[in-house]
């Protein structure tokens, strides 16, 4: 007989240790940005998440997956939570099959130790995850990925298999161990930036790539802007300038315009990189004060990576004075801050602008991120102001839709967070609500924890 017909009228708490599961109390660190569960599950195997599931389903108890932890504080608050699943304890390798490079894991999986066991045979995931203590079940959950998404993809593209169970207690997979296997590939599409919104992943498999044998970056300080709110003014300002000009001659949709002076050919540079034979494998910008210039960072990687790293020397060092090394800037793959963090996206050829209409509102941001693929986060500091908060995401809003892109909320305190729409304008909106609907018809995972409080 299964946990829901052996659970039969019992409470709650007595139904969810029946299955068998080891279930505790929720205590204070256990709370998700906030919300505290009443208890907390740590199950094994996909069949003890499918008794989880099938439990709170009957009880109505409303569930969050959890893994590290790392990013539960991203995201609003769910609407309620009932039961925390903390998948600690799937963190196995089901299989590396190093001779196809794919690997099968469980959810709860850390990153590092993924890697470690990956390592070992000459291979790895090229997914530079930010935080350490990261799972994978946490990484497709918030789809975080690192500098080299520029080459190798985001987690969604590397991932061939998923296995996932729902609100109700079904278990279903999508796709295979082996790379031309594609079927189901949208349902590891739907999970993959989902906040746990859908169900809870318990196993995943992903296509790998051999290690590099050498690697070599190379950086480059770029000077600091002249007028930097001027010219992000004026940036924006041509660019829709010229979009209502093409709009009415339907030319189509207009590259941004660079502007001379503003910090030297951004948007020129990444374009030139991007563009190079040397083909980098991420292509990083770091700016943390508009006082000063951002510094860019490339890295190149495999055959011949001292030659190829020389001539992209060369490229940057029109723009800025550039040097090869044989290990990271520390900033690398890092996020700038904590407490307050933004994310910025836009047409890869929009990145310059949209570093400068974020540095040209007068708060102290600091901004890090892919400059080839225009995935940029913004810190700004513990104590701005509500006020100057709201402000600051409205206009970069604004200057960003101009632009062709929009600003994202990653994590704030609540007194902030409450003042703005933490997604802005997403156009695919009903169809996500369809999706939640047919996924989670009775709200119980994790509940308004992603877009449009789904």
């Not at 919300?35 to 195997?45: D, F, I, K, S, T």
């Not at 930097?228 to 189509?252: F, I, K, Y």
């Not at 892919?370 to 709201?390: H, K, M, R, W």
């Amino acid at each position: 007989m299964d946990a829901l017909h052996e659970t039969g009228g019992a409470p709650p708490a007595d139904a969810l240790h029946r299955t068998g599961v080891t279930i505790r109390e929720a205590g204070p660190d256990d709370a998700v940005a906030g919300v505290a569960p009443r208890w907390v599950a740590l199950p094994e195997n996909t069949g003890e998440v499918a008794a989880l599931m099938r439990v709170s389903a009957e009880h109505d108890l409303a569930v969050t997956p959890v893994g590290g932890g790392t990013r539960l504080h991203w995201g609003p608050p769910p609407e309620r939570c009932d039961l925390l699943i903390d998948t600690c304890c799937l963190n196995q390798v089901l299989e590396h099959a190093s001779g196809d490079l794919v690997v099968r894991v469980q959810a709860g999986l850390t990153m590092d130790s993924l890697a470690e066991t990956l390592a070992a045979e000459g291979q790895e995931l090229s997914l530079d995850v930010p935080l350490d203590g990261a799972t994978v079940g946490g990484v497709l959950a918030t789809a975080i990925a690192g500098p080299r998404r520029f080459r190798h993809g985001t987690a969604r593209d590397l991932l061939i298999g998923i296995t996932v169970v729902l609100a109700d207690g079904t278990t279903a997979k999508s796709g295979g161990k082996v790379v031309k296997n594609v079927a189901g590939y949208d349902l590891g599409k739907l999970f993959t930036g989902s906040y746990g919104t859908l169900g809870v992943i318990t196993e995943a498999a992903f296509r790998l790539h051999p290690i590099p044998g050498d690697r070599r970056w190379i950086i480059a300080e770029l000077p600091a802007p002249g007028t930097p709110s001027t010219e992000a003014v004026q940036d924006v300002q041509a660019v829709q300038d010229v979009q209502d000009v093409q709009d009415v001659q339907g030319d189509g949709r207009p590259d941004a315009p660079e502007r001379p002076g503003s910090p030297p050919g951004l948007d020129v540079l990444a374009a030139e990189l991007a563009a190079s034979q040397a083909e980098p494998s991420a292509i990083e910008v770091d700016w943390p004060d508009s006082r000063g210039g951002p510094v860019v960072a490339v890295l190149v990687e495999g055959t011949a990576a001292d030659a190829r790293a020389r001539a992209v020397r060369d490229l940057m060092a029109g723009h800025g004075t550039a040097r090869i090394t044989a290990g990271p800037p520390g900033w690398w793959g890092t996020l700038p801050g904590e407490d307050v963090l933004l994310e910025v996206r836009v047409p890869p050829s929009r990145a310059g602008g949209a570093l400068r209409a974020v540095m040209a509102r007068g708060l102290p941001a600091h901004v890090r991120g892919s400059l080839a693929t225009a995935a940029l986060q913004v810190a700004l500091p513990p104590d701005v102001g509500g006020s100057a908060f709201a402000e600051f995401v409205s206009r970069v809003r604004d200057d960003l839709g101009r632009l062709g892109g929009g600003l994202t909320v990653l994590t704030a305190p609540q007194e902030l967070a409450g003042r703005v729409d933490r997604w802005g304008p997403v156009g695919a909106l009903p169809l996500l609500r369809r999706v939640k609907e047919r996924f989670d018809p009775g709200r119980r995972m994790s509940p308004g924890r992603s877009v449009g409080g789904i």
